[in-house]
């Protein structure tokens, strides 16, 4: 199992830079990279080769402000990916990839963000794609999304 610090070279390294230029559909295809670019602090059950992080090393390893600017240019690239424009408008057809395997990578990018004090970059993403819920059949727990339950999930560990 690869930790906290394997991360941190992950970042350093070109593999990160790579998964940036991916295109549309190799972002689509592949299942491997979204572990890496938005890690958690809970196993894959998809991918057992990716990072698995504590938020204490995270927070305080000496690059964490590299990692915070990183992980909001990952953000970027899925926010495109979905078709989440930047006037807060969305491209239909690809914000409706929420409804599949797309939304499993949305919960986990709400809690990475989360974990990297990226908390109003997560709440902001939360809420748009709420607001939007007409276009998507959305997976709930309780009464709230999926998404919801991530991000209140990520808070309490941040607070523990």
Known sequence: MF????????LNSGEWETIMGYNENQLES?????????????PSQFNNRCPV??????RTHPDFINAKL???????LMKKHWGIRTDDTVDIPKFKRLNGHN???????????????????ALNLLEFVKSKLENLNVRKENGITIWECRFNEAKCEILA
Request: net charge neutral; glycine share 4%; charged share 25%.
């Open 53 to 58: 992080i504590t938020v204490k090393e995270l």
């Open 3 to 10: 930790g906290t610090e394997e991360y941190y070279q992950f």
């Open 30 to 42: 592949s299942h491997t990279f979204i572990q890496w670019i938005f890690p958690t602090t809970k």
């Open 70 to 76: 990183k992980m909001k240019v990952s953000l970027s």
């Open 103 to 121: 939304g499993l990578r949305m919960s986990r990018v709400i809690q990475s963000l989360v974990y990297h004090d990226l908390i109003d970059e």
